[in-house]
């Protein structure tokens, strides 16, 4: 996939390998970081990233 720093609902979902209804569902309630633009939702590359390296890291602390 070619690298973007702004990623559609589509792109996203390959990225994570998930199913698109599952990164609308997130975007909708706000767990993933997300901005709805002329009623469509997009994501930063990098914030995602971020969002990701976040969550495991809080998950490593839980698990000590």
Same mark, same amino acid.
């Given at each position: 996939m070619e690298e973007k720093e702004i990623m559609t609902v589509? *792109?996203?979902?390959?990225?994570? *390998?998930?199913?698109?209804?599952?990164?609308y569902k997130l975007s909708r309630s706000g767990k993933i970081p997300a901005i709805k633009i002329a009623g *469509?939702?997009?994501?930063?590359?990098?914030?995602?990233d971020k969002w990701i390296n976040d969550g495991s890291l809080e998950n490593l602390n839980k698990e000590e």
């Open positions: 589509k *792109q996203v979902a390959e990225y994570l *390998q998930m199913d698109e209804h599952t990164i *469509q939702w997009r994501f930063k590359k990098e914030v995602i």
